[in-house]
């Protein structure tokens, strides 16, 4: 064979191996390639789980009144992971808030006058048109009260109103009413006993939080003021068979324990454990307080921690007035509110 034989089969045979290895680099890139795709499209999955592009995390936030949707707004899946890290950083803003403070340092049987808007979340519930019982703002659309106030109630005729101090003179504050969405009276009230007598509201629409409207904390899991003093709050009668208060008042009573409370004149298997007592013969809710707030403050800010339920008379001597503990409810709360973010740790 001549020697051009011999280098024309070379050049073939390299010529070719170089078009097999371009073949093989070019499947090779298609794969990569394909993988790399894959392995993307998996990451913006677990990106979009994550930081919410196409996901509606559903916060609710506190901080508008003028809407009653509780959903928030989804971001694109072409937005940035700043704007997206941002707006979920807003969400989770929108979920806290202060709660329990006063707005004065400074009832009722016993009781006096507070300052107006003293106590930012008290509210009252009117009843074709006329004060029926008292209330406690938890978020910006849900109260809390008891559920003897709203029994055989009709919920288009009830009206919340918040930021109010002298019920008989509306130009004295920044008061607002809102209509009622919904009733969530506790499903085991029991009408004999009051045993369970817890109730929420959600309003119709929700509320824009303001100096003379913010909401009051809840107690934590587990918590008992036996031993501490406590105030009450409402427009109930000052005396036993008196008229209902024109304006805000507050008494300071004691919290007993749930054994002190059995010893007392009621039968002792009368106050359950979903029960507290507070009071004393000069010092105690009234008619009017029913489903108003029964707090302790720590540190400034105050708690929850019972709800007027019942008694007998106002400020007998042996008859403390009767609270539904909140502590007890927390669950059945937050259940009840749909994971609506709330100023506490439940």
């Known amino acids: 064979m001549s020697r051009y034989s011999k280098l024309s089969s070379l050049s073939s045979t390299i010529a070719v191996l170089v078009l097999v290895a ?3 680099a070019r499947s090779a890139d298609r794969n990569a390639r394909h993988e790399s795709t894959i392995k993307n499209r998996t990451g913006r999955i677990f990106f979009d789980e994550i930081f919410g592009i196409n996901v509606n995390f559903g916060f609710p936030g506190f901080g508008g009144g003028g809407s009653s949707s509780s959903s928030t707004q989804s971001v694109s899946s072409g937005d940035s992971l700043a704007s997206a890290s941002t707006n979920t950083v807003q969400k989770l803003r929108n979920c806290t808030c202060e709660c329990g403070f006063p707005n004065h340092e400074i009832r009722i049987v016993g009781g006096r006058p507070t300052e107006p808007n003293k106590y ?4 009252r519930i009117v009843y074709e048109g006329k004060f029926h019982c008292g209330a406690s703002l938890l978020t910006n659309d849900y109260v809390i009260t008891a559920a003897h106030c709203i029994r055989k109630l009709k919920k288009e005729q009830i009206r919340v109103i918040l930021g109010d101090h002298d019920q008989f003179v509306t130009t004295d504050g920044q008061s607002i009413m ?10 085991n009230f029991d009408t004999e006993s009051y045993n369970h007598d817890i109730a929420l509201l959600r309003l119709r629409k929700p509320v824009l939080f303001s100096k003379t409207i913010r909401p009051v904390c809840l107690p934590s899991i587990g918590s008992n003021p036996a031993g501490k003093d406590g105030t009450v709050v409402g427009w109930g009668r000052t005396k036993e068979g008196g008229m209902l208060a024109g304006v805000v008042q507050e ?4 919290v007993l324990s749930l054994d002190q409370c059995r010893k007392m004149k009621y039968r002792a298997n009368r106050i359950t454990e979903n029960m507290m007592c507070a009071g004393n013969g000069s010092q105690d809710s009234c008619q009017g307080d029913s489903g108003g707030p029964l707090l302790i403050e720590d540190n400034g800010r105050h708690e929850i921690a019972g709800i ?3 008694g007998v008379g106002c400020g007998r001597q042996g008859y403390p007035g009767v609270y539904t503990r909140v502590a007890k409810y927390l669950n059945w709360i937050k259940l009840n509110m749909k994971q609506k973010c709330i100023c506490t740790d439940l």
């Open 178 to 187: 809102r209509a009622v969405a919904k009733m969530i009276p506790h499903r």
């Open 308 to 310: 007027v339920s019942w």
């Open 120 to 123: 930012p979340w008290l509210a």
């Open 22 to 24: 371009a073949v093989a």
């Open 251 to 254: 008494v300071t009573v004691p």
